[in-house]
């Protein structure tokens, strides 16, 4: 798959060209982030279709406005399979998701 992990270029545009912001939402998003995924696999557990689907459709906004293309993609696919109440795929979906967020992290890092 030929995604990029962090456009930066596209994240600064969301923000006005505002560095400092991107800055501060960085930070507030990497001080949630656990909580959410932490969420998100309890609600997996549970096979909380509903739930799983606004979870990761509030993630996807975030991940869309920190120009994480690749988790923001994986985070609809999640959204959509929990619309849908199809849940076959949401655990392998969801291992995907945290690797390509755990790559986020440590790419923004830099």
Avoid at 13 to 37: P, T
Avoid at 92 to 104: A, G, H, P
Wanted: glycine letters at 8%.
């Amino acid at each position: 798959m030929n995604s990029i992990v962090f456009d930066k270029k596209a994240a600064l545009s969301y923000v006005g060209g505002d560095s400092e912001l991107l800055a501060e939402i960085i930070g507030i998003f990497r001080e949630e982030i656990d909580e959410k995924l932490e969420r998100m696999r309890t609600w997996i557990a549970q096979n909380n279709a509903l739930e799983i689907s606004r979870c990761a459709h509030s993630i996807k906004g975030e991940l869309h406005t920190l120009g994480a293309t690749l988790s923001r993609r994986i985070a609809a696919e999640i959204e959509i399979a929990g619309a849908s109440g199809d849940l076959n795929d949401i655990p392998s979906l969801f291992n995907q998701f945290v690797e390509e967020i755990n790559r986020f992290i440590r790419e923004i890092g830099k």
